[in-house]
């Protein structure tokens, strides 16, 4: 059956398209409520847990970046393991084979948003109303240029070539509108703000 055979290359060739760029208008932005003395969070289906590129945090009605890494040394000042709690959270790490993001310290309450800066997953497209991530005249010419290779048909360089030259044009203007830095770029310290509690302790404070 051609039928399954041509859905199963439009979704090969598609997702090759979208690992070899990080296209903008796939960002997106999800939030996460804390949930007291939760440790793990799903990742949400629509996140590539291979592309976030931050999490920041609200808490006290002020965000701020939540850093990347959890290690021993923290869970020496807040113990995880040990079930302590403490709120703010300030780190965060992968865990269960990227499928929820571990944060730092356990929250004590449900005052904290997480929300987290990525690009979307992939989407296949399965049933025939499914829309395409990407592009769809993108993947039309690679496709039809790898169908005619297979068939060792001479015009596949040429349609190759035109589609290589409309991934760039595609580019080009995907550069040109998304003059913007992706996940903010302002911490805390940034602006100003004083008294950022830091692992157990109140700047200052000591």
Not at 4 to 18: A, F, G, S, Y
Not at 22 to 50: A, C, H, K
Not at 61 to 72: K, L, M, Q, R, S
Not at 80 to 86: A, K, L, P, Q, T
Request: charged residues 30%; contains cysteine; hydrophobic residues 40%.
């Amino acid at each position: 059956n051609s039928v399954p055979q041509m859905n199963h290359m439009l979704n090969r060739v598609q997702e090759r398209l979208w690992t070899d760029y990080d296209w903008p208008f796939l960002w997106i932005e999800v939030d996460i409520t804390s949930q007291p003395g939760v440790r793990y969070y799903n990742i949400p289906q629509e996140v590539n847990p291979d592309k976030i590129t931050k999490i920041m945090i609200k808490w006290n009605d002020f965000w701020y970046t939540c850093e990347n890494g959890i290690g021993p040394e923290h869970y020496n000042v807040v113990d995880s393991d040990e079930g302590e709690m403490e709120d703010e959270v300030r780190r965060w790490r992968m865990a269960d084979e990227q499928k929820k993001i571990e944060v730092w310290p356990i929250p004590e309450t449900a005052d904290q948003t997480f929300r987290i800066f990525a690009f979307k997953s992939f989407q296949k497209m399965v049933s025939d109303s499914d829309k395409a991530m990407l592009d769809d005249t993108l993947i039309v010419m690679f496709t039809a240029a790898e169908m005619l290779a297979s068939m060792k048909d001479e015009g596949a360089q040429i349609k190759y070539d035109q589609a290589r030259l409309h991934f760039a044009r595609l580019k080009a203007m995907a550069t040109k509108n998304a003059d913007f830095t992706m996940g903010g770029s302002i911490s805390m310290g940034d602006i100003g703000v004083n008294g950022r509690k830091l692992w157990g302790k109140w700047k200052g404070q000591e």
